[in-house]
Nanobody, 118 residues
Framework: QVQLQESGPGLVKPSQTLSLTCTVS??????????WSWIRQPPGKGLEWMGV???????YYSPSLKSRTSISRDTSKNQFSLQLSSVTPEDTAVYYC??????????WGKGTLVTVSS
């Protein structure tokens, strides 16, 4: 079964760039699913879809985050990454990588908490 794992720093300073990587094992980011997404959940709030990268490298972003968000991939490493620039404490959240399809959360990465604080 395909498994996903988020990695990256758990603490980022305000105004800096948040960078996370999702490593996919047991499958391929170009063939296992049509697209892959980043989703986050701030404390006390619901899930927020951030953006997606499709099997061909095409990207789409949430309008509210588009100006600050970049998703890229490295097919040779079976990884895709998230960069969120100019972060503020409101960007503190658990960040998940997941297939961009309706699947059980067991199919997602387990999530990683990123705290934005000076």
């Amino acid at each position: 079964q395909v498994q996903l794992q988020e990695s990256g720093p758990g603490l980022v300073k305000p105004s800096q760039t948040l960078s996370l990587t999702c490593t996919v094992s047991g499958g391929s980011i170009t063939t296992s699913y049509y697209a892959w997404s980043w989703i986050r959940q701030p404390p006390g709030k619901g899930l927020e879809w951030m953006g997606v990268i499709a099997y061909d490298g095409s990207t789409y972003y949430s309008p509210s985050l588009k100006s600050r968000t970049s998703i890229s991939r490295d097919t040779s490493k079976n990884q895709f990454s998230l960069q969120l620039s100019s972060v503020t404490p409101e960007d503190t959240a658990v960040y998940y990588c997941a297939p961009n399809e309706v699947v059980p959360m067991d199919y997602w990465g387990k999530g990683t908490l990123v705290t934005v604080s000076s």
